[in-house]
């Protein structure tokens, strides 16, 4: 069994491949291919806290994972990190254990922030790809940070500005949102924080922060009045994602579409430069799998 800590990962990790494994793991869920249990999830309203298990395959692929990630959104006031946690993954023909990942949480940053990049390159218009300069080496984009606090806010910037990229720290939110042709918003709030009236024509919204119920980052009503929605997956989404308030207030469900299905063609996506979308990503277990394949055929060329 392979046995890999977090810098032994990061050391393996290729972008480009897990890129692509998470698309195609995107795609395989739209069209049914996948497995993918509902999440199992654990909450600890004392230590300002929570845990998910997340499980799942995607047909025709050597492994399934069981990932378990934790948040404790005080833990930085404690000097530790706030989110942890691990991959396992398991032989699909044999069930024998094939790898602990253990990557404190960095495969999931990983996947989500691809996630996010790949909803954003299919769902913005030319010129909105700000979040993809990993992804377009050639462009030269330009990052706009906000956070609720202000001092990881400028760490944050100073970080993509020793990487060569172009950050700033927007003084407010609402200034950053009138701004942005593309909004990425990462928070765990339990109030929204982005105001309709903020969003230009145009925009692309990509929301990654609610992952269980109670929490949301966008007004209702911003929701509600998109032009195109869409999801890594409905189920997850409508319940206890971004969308689970809009889908409890005014039905949104038969105007969700799959992400997988706008990076595979079957949905046309954005229809006109005009139209205000919405992705809402809870993030899929069958995403956590590819992930970790990439890093496993990486650190074994011969897995088959």
Known sequence: MIDLNKSQIQARFNLTAAAQAIENAYVASAEGRVQAPPVTYLGFDAANGDCHVKTGHVLGTEGFVIKIATGFYDNPAKGLPSSNGLNLMFSATTGAPLAILRDEGWLTDMRTGLGGALASRALGIDGFERCLQALLPERKLTFTIWGRDAAKAEAAAGELGAEGLN???????????????????????????????????????TAV?????GKQELATDLVTSADLLVCDLATQSLHHGEFATAEAEAGIAE?????????????PGRADEAQITIADLTGLAVQDAAISLAVLHAANPDLT
């Open 255 to 267: 105007d969700v579409v799959a992400l997988g299905s706008v990076l595979s063609g079957a949905h």
């Open 167 to 205: 950050a700033t720290v927007a003084p407010d939110l609402e200034t950053a949102c009138r701004a942005a042709q593309v909004i990425i918003t990462t928070t765990p709030a339990k109030t929204p924080l982005i105001a309709r009236n903020w969003i230009a024509p145009g925009t692309h919204i």
């Open 209 to 213: 922060g609610a992952d269980s119920p």
